[in-house]
Each structure stands twice: as C-alpha cells, then as structure tokens.
C-alpha cells in the first residue's frame, strides 16, 4: 500500500519542480515589464526564497551582508532580516541604533547608543562609558562597579539627575554603621571626609582640619573610643585633664592633688610618652642647671611640697651651711647665700671671690689655704694691711733689720705677693734714684751698720775715704771741692771727667788731650795763670824762627798760635801781604835785621835804578824803605 503512494508523491513533487522551473523563466522573461519589491536589488531570487513559496525564505540565505553599507557583526550576525528590514525595500532601512532601538534612558544620554553599548551585547563595563569622566569620576572601588549597582532600575534609572554625593548611595551605610554609630555622633553625612574611594573601611579622619585637635605621638595610635567613650563624639573636651584627670588623681609621685599641680598636663606630660615627664623648671624661675639637673624632685621639694616660693640655695642647704667646719660658717657669720661661694657644677668645690672684699688674691695668696690668714676662724678681718699677717716675718728679718731700721710696715713698698723673699725697694720715692753701679750695690754698702735714716744724699758721705785716699791729683792736698759728681758719675767711679768749661779756661783743641799734670805741675790746680805765656814760656824763650826774643815779639801766644797745632803760627800782617815779590812768606825777605823786627828794608829787592826811572816825575819822590811804605802799604801801585 505504500508503494502506489510514493509514486504518487514522487510524481508530484516532478510536477511542482516543473511549475517552478516553469514559474521562473516566465519571471525572467516577465522582468522587463515588472518590478521586485525589494527596490534595486541585483541578486538571483532563489538565494534568499525558496521553490516551495515567497515565505518563508531560505534559513540560510546566500547574501553577503559585507557588501551593503552596514555590515553585520557581533549579535546583529544571528538577527532575522525582518526584524531590522521591516519593509521589502531593503536600502531603506537607517543604520543608527536608535532606529532600531528604543532609547529606554528617555534621552538622557542622546541618541548616540555606541558611546556605551557595542554590537556584542547591551550589558556594557564602566571602563566603556568614556562620558561618566564629566561629572563624577569612576575612582577606586567605584570603577570595577556594575552600572545597575548604583543607577538602580537598569535602563529607565536616573542618570544625568542622580546626586554625585557619597550619601545618596551610602546612606543606609551611614545609618547602619555602630562603630562608632554616625547618626548618634551626629558625623556629617559627607562621606568623603573620612572615606576613600579604593575601600570604605580604611577610614581616614583629618582630627585636625575636622575639629582643630591635632593627633600626635600616641594619641595618633589610640582607637577612637579610647577617648570618644560611647560613641561620644560631641562635645568631647580638648583639655588633657578631660582624660588624663584620673591619672593626675592617683598620681603620688609626686602627689599632683596634695601638691596642688595644676590640671594643665601639658606642661610636663606630652603625647610621644605619657611617662617619663619632664618639666621645665625654667618656668618656675629657678632653672636647674649641672648638679641640680639630675636630682630627684622629692630631694628638694620634701613631704610633696611644691609651693615653694624663694630659690634661696640656703632653703635646701642650711644643714649643709651650719654642719661645715672647714671653715666654720655659722661661726664666722658667713652669708648664707650660698651661692657666693658655691656652684651647681661641684657643692665641695667652692670658690670665694675675694676681690668682692676689696683684697684680690694674686699669685703667691691665691694658692694659699684660708685659714692661713683667717687664723682661729676669724673672717671679720676689717682691714687688708700685709702686717696684720706678715709683722712676724718683718719683725724677725736682719738683712736688713727692719724694726732696727724702722723701717716702715707698709711691706708692699718692697715685697710683692709674686715672691715674698725676691723684695724691691724703689730707691726713687727716697729722693735719691739709684742709676748705673749703684743699681747693683748691696744695701748694706750704703746703709752701713743698719743705717737706713740717711738725710744727706752727697756722694761725699759715702766716698769721703775714695776723696781723700786719692792721689791722682790729690784731692784734699789739692782742695778739691768733695762735690763728687762735678768729675764722676754711677757708671765708673774711676773714669773720671772733669768739664774744664765750667773753668774759666775751657779746653779747646790740642790741650783737650793734655794730661793734667802737664799743665797742672806740682798738683798746682789753684794759682794756675789762664795766659799761655804761663805754660808756654820755654817755648816762647827757646824759639829762634823767628827769635822771639831778640824780635821783641809780645808774649801774647794767641796771636800767632792756637790750640790746634802750636807750630802753625799765623800772623795776622795787616794790610801788607806776605807774599809780596815773591817772599812766600819769609820773614826775612823784608826784616832783614832779625833782632828788630820794627826794621824793614824794600831797597834789597827794589834797586835804585829801577826804582828812580819808574819814579820820574813823582813829586816827593825819596829812595829809601820807610817813604816806599808810604806810598805803598799794602805792596801795591803808588798810593
């Protein structure tokens, strides 16, 4: 039965493909004359329909989409044609999504769908919104968010109006939060005060922009409820009493409520370490310096007594003021101001300026102990006289004997606190300055047999003996005068000058060098006559060139001679010269009669036959010597 059936269906279907075949050359030949309803569409029908009938096309049509102006990719790959090629003209379909798609955002973003979505699906990343960077920024934890997350709703969501604050989103997350809890504290719902964007638990609160306390050192560390007790946020006090007041009442060392310590921790707490505290002492006043510094409290303010109003060393040191016996304080009736003497660097090591009393100690007393001036502990001492320590040592020196001397017992007029024994006496405030051997004279030369009271400053008190031992001259036989420095003087005793100035016979030239006794014979230095004559008679007397004598030359020396050389006599010859007709100054030229020099002849040179024929016409004219002179005095022409 099954076999007639086949055949029948098989003849059939010959019969349909034959219509078919039939069908399409008459569409062939008909197309000159009709018009596809796809428009200008050049392919082959059966490439999207199929034999059996317009509809429905083929599953798969034989179109490449590539070649249109929108090719198709991602999802739009798997779409049915109908549902984008609404009509049968294929070209006139747009190729902007929102032809397509209904804008479910109701325009909030335009029409522009591609700015978020793509072709691979409608489910888009925050990374794809590029415009989302215009108003609020995708940071942190925010940019691996789905959209949905906060746009709630999914398309018909709010997005261009929705609030950019944190609390829009995060409000049940302020109200829910118990640690602390925000809505009691009454914290500002800006959220980004204390939150980040990368994670909302790692809180960061600016204390001091927030509030104006600044947290520092531990107080940076502690949890906020370490001070913000039950979520007490409001109205905590800035003040460090406002926590640390249980910690300043029981506090006993030292006991801040007894001592009546202010309630200001600050000014020896600070919040690196509550413990160990440090207070500046300077504030008080009294600042602790050296051994001061490294004391205990309870050393000076004893039975936690903190009011102490005076900075008065002798507060704390009065045992240590009256047990001292080296020297005794409280016998001597020292100051209790202890710091006179002492210091903060060393209690033991005291030093006493002693130039605050009027006597500085220099050199050899500054190294001396105290009681070996201030005997028996006697340091009411009124005056700084050196005898008040020193009569015994000027009572008991005999080189010389000070008390046999009388010497006076002002001994810094010789001693000096350098060296005690190396004295100095100033010789020049006695009215008699010691110069040149003097200097170096002991004093006993001087001062014999302890004789300090000399009131005669002659050299003859002490060189009466050098007077009258002398005998080159011999002073006493002589009678010099015993006013020893006319000749000598401190340098050398014995190089003695005399200043024959003072005479009235002052040396010049030659006789400068003379021996005394040369001139002074027989030690005679009294009745000396100051006319050479008196000294150069034998001279005078044996001289035979000329012969002084026989010439009957004047015994007046210095007319011819001085005391630079004796044998280069000159003599003035007035007006006529020496040297006339070529004498050169032999006197024997003219004086031919050497026993009168009165006598002068111009004849032995001067002929007479020369002479009369110069002479022709003269009037008065004589040949003879003297009327020559006459009329020629001076040697020259007549006259």
């Not at 413990?275 to 510094?293: I, R, Y």
């Not at 001292?324 to 090591?349: I, R």
């Not at 170096?440 to 001062?447: E, G, R």
Request: hydrophobic content about 30%.
């Amino acid at each position: 039965m099954s076999q007639p059936g086949g055949a029948i269906r098989a003849v059939a279907g010959l019969i349909l493909f034959a219509l078919m075949c039939a069908a399409s050359s008459l569409a062939q030949q008909g197309s000159k004359t009709t018009r596809s309803p796809h428009g200008p569409l050049n392919m082959p029908c059966q490439n999207c329909h199929t034999f059996s009938g317009w509809k429905p096309i083929r599953s798969v049509p034989e179109f490449d989409h590539n070649q249109t102006r929108y090719p198709l990719r991602g999802m739009h790959e798997k779409v049915p044609c109908m549902s984008c090629h609404t009509k049968l003209v294929f070209s006139n379909v747009a190729t902007n999504c929102a032809s397509c798609h209904a804008d479910i955002h109701k325009r909030q973003f335009g029409s522009a769908c591609e700015q978020c979505h793509t072709v691979k699906g409608w489910q888009v990343s925050v990374q794809q919104i590029q415009n989302h960077q215009n108003r609020f920024p995708l940071m942190g934890a925010h940019a691996a968010l789905d959209c949905d997350a906060c746009h709630k709703g999914a398309g018909v969501s709010q997005f261009k109006t929705m609030s950019s604050a944190c609390y829009s989103c995060h409000a049940k997350d302020f109200q829910a939060t118990t640690g602390p809890s925000h809505v009691t504290a009454g914290f500002s719902t800006s959220c980004e005060q204390c939150h980040g964007f990368d994670t909302w638990f790692n809180v960061r609160f600016d204390h001091l922009k927030s509030t104006g306390y600044a947290l520092t050192g531990a107080h940076a560390t502690l949890a906020c409820n370490a001070c913000h007790i039950n979520n007490q946020f409001k109205g905590t006090p800035a003040t460090c009493n406002g926590c640390h007041m249980p910690d300043y009442q029981k506090t006993t060392n030292p006991n801040h409520v007894s001592a009546n310590f202010p309630t200001t921790c600050q000014l020896c707490h600070n919040t690196t370490a509550w413990q160990p505290a440090s207070f500046d002492h300077n504030s008080v006043g009294f600042p602790l310096t050296n051994g001061h510094a490294n004391l205990q409290c309870t050393q000076c303010h004893v039975n936690n007594n903190y009011n102490l109003t005076s900075g008065a060393c002798n507060l704390c040191h009065m045992p240590d003021y009256n047990g001292t016996n080296n020297p005794n304080h409280a016998a001597a009736g020292f100051p209790t101001t202890c710091q006179t003497c002492h210091n903060t660097v060393s209690w033991l090591q005291a030093a006493f300026n002693h130039n605050s009393v009027g006597f500085p100690l220099t050199n050899g007393h500054a190294n001396l102990q105290c009681a070996q001036c201030h005997v028996n502990n006697n340091y009411n001492l009124t005056s700084g006289a050196c005898n008040l320590c020193h009569m015994p040592d000027y009572n008991g020196t005999t080189n010389p004997n000070h008390v046999q001397a009388a010497f006076p017992v002002d001994c810094s007029i010789c001693h000096s606190t350098v060296s005690w024994l190396t004295a100095t006496f100033n010789h020049n405030n006695t009215g008699f300055p010691l110069t040149g051997f003097h200097v170096n004279v002991p004093c006993a030369q001087c001062h014999v047999n302890g004789n300090y009271n000399l009131t005669n400053p002659a050299c003859s008190a002490c060189h009466m003996p050098d007077y009258n031992s002398t005998n080159n001259p011999p002073h006493a036989a002589v009678g010099f005068p015993n006013t020893c420095e006319v000749c000598h003087n401190t340098t050398s005793w014995l190089q003695a000058t005399f200043n024959h100035n003072l005479t009235t016979f002052p040396l010049t030239g030659f006789h400068v060098t003379v021996p005394c006794a040369q001139c002074h014979v027989n030690n005679n230095y009294t009745t000396l006559p100051t006319a050479c004559y008196g000294c150069h008679q034998a001279d005078y007397q044996g001289t035979n060139n000329p012969n002084h004598i026989a010439a009957g030359f004047p015994t007046t020396c210095q007319t011819c001679h001085n005391t630079s050389s004796w044998l280069g006599a000159v003599f003035n010859h007035t007006w006529f010269p020496t040297n006339h007709g070529g004498a050169n100054g032999v006197c024997s030229t003219c004086h031919t009669n050497s026993s009168n020099y009165l006598v002068f002849s111009c004849t032995n040179c001067h002929t007479k036959s020369q002479t009369d024929s110069n002479h022709q016409g003269i009037s008065g004219y004589v040949y003879n010597s003297n009327n020559c002179y006459q009329c020629h005095p001076s040697g020259g022409g007549g006259g």
